[in-house]
């Protein structure tokens, strides 16, 4: 079979901890890319979500990273389902696996008009990928996260699952002295 120019070759995968006994009903997954300054408040925001912990299962998928983003993600993942952690996932997975990807990261060029088209394509290449690699057939939900979310609820999870849809695509607020200014999918 050819490969694809899609099909790179994995680097790595690492699979921490699975608790024994443990039923996982939900996925988490998320890509990273030169994502080392996010992870502290990413870590932190995962640690602090109220649904039951150990009907999740992590799945990162870093890539085509320049800044050390796989070893700080390895030591937070370490970490949090370290046995003494009561912050325990039912299972942590960090996948490596790198597209060839170079396109800037600097916020001016990433949010361009002129980007969207590559960068699009790059950001589904990559999900498209990780959800392949870490859906099972027990996960009845996925929820996308990415790393730079500076806050959300708690209960973000459940919230969303109140809904009881498919597909939910949360809108982000642009907050101005307390004032919303304008609701929008902000992912461009």
């Known amino acids: 079979m050819a490969l694809h120019k899609w099909m790179v070759p994995v680097r790595a995968y690492f699979v921490f901890s699975r608790q024994q006994g443990s039923k996982a009903d939900l996925s988490k997954v998320s890509v990273h890319r030169d994502a080392a300054p996010y992870l502290d408040r ?3 925001l995962l640690s602090e979500l109220t649904y039951l912990h150990r009907s999740i299962d992590l799945a990162f998928l870093v890539g085509d990273s320049k800044d050390g983003t796989l070893a700080v993600l390895q030591a937070e993942v ?3 389902q370290a046995p003494s952690s009561p912050f325990r996932f039912r299972s942590a997975t960090i996948i490596e696996k790198d597209f060839g990807d170079d396109l800037s ?17 790059s950001i589904g290449r990559a999900r498209n990928y990780l ?7 027990e996960h009845r939900w996925v929820y996308w996260r990415d790393v730079d979310i500076v806050e ?3 209960t973000v999870i459940e ?4 809904h009881d849809r498919d597909i939910i695509v949360p809108s982000e607020r642009l907050m101005r002295l307390s004032i919303v200014l304008f609701v929008a999918d902000l992912g461009i």
Do not use: I, N, T, W
Not at 131 to 137: E, H, I, Q, T, V
Not at 159 to 162: A, E, Q, R, T
């Open 78 to 80: 370490k970490r949090l």
């Open 105 to 121: 990261q600097s916020v001016e060029e990433r949010h361009s008009f002129k980007s969207q088209g590559a960068r699009r394509k």
């Open 42 to 44: 990413y870590f932190k």
């Open 131 to 137: 959800l392949y690699a870490a859906l099972r057939p």
């Open 152 to 154: 959300h609820p708690a």
């Open 159 to 162: 919230d969303l699952m109140k």
